[in-house]
Nanobody
Framework: QVQLVESGGGLVQTGGSLRLSCAAS????????MGWFRQAPGKTREFVAA????????WYVDSVKGRFTISRDNAKNTVYLQMNNLKPEDTALYYC?????????????????WGQGTQVTVSS
């Protein structure tokens, strides 16, 4: 069993930055495809970013390209999401997820484990 715990969310002004962390326990993340998703009030959960087990290949939703960066430190069993130039539309509950199947996973249905989320609020 893998437990994922997100942290680093908070309240920032437009243009600010936050760095989210996803710490895993119970099992090593080596070999896991990792992703970040977000869900704003009244909206469905959407894909934000993902990375292969090495962290060297990444994917992003168009709306965050050039602003967000996903990375991982497998030695620390932790995945990060660096968010720069934040906008009010980035306001959402952010979740990290892990996929043990080893194939590219850009939709929430392909992930096996989920954290409980960390809130990001960007004021105008």
């Amino acid at each position: 069993q893998v437990q994922l715990v997100e942290s680093g969310g908070g309240l920032v002004q437009t243009g600010g930055s936050l760095r989210l962390s996803c710490a895993a326990s119970g099992r090593s993340l080596y070999g896991y495809f990792m992703g970040w998703f977000r869900q704003a009030p009244g909206k469905t959960r959407e894909f934000v970013a993902a990375a292969t087990s090495s962290g060297f290949r990444t994917w992003y939703v168009d709306s965050v390209k050039g602003r967000f960066t996903i990375s991982r430190d497998n030695a620390k069993n932790t995945v990060y999401l660096q968010m720069n130039n934040l906008k009010p539309e980035d306001t959402a509950l952010y979740y990290c997820a892990a996929d043990n199947n080893g194939e590219t996973a850009l939709t929430q249905g392909k992930y096996d484990y989920w954290g409980q989320g960390t809130q990001v609020t960007v004021s105008s």
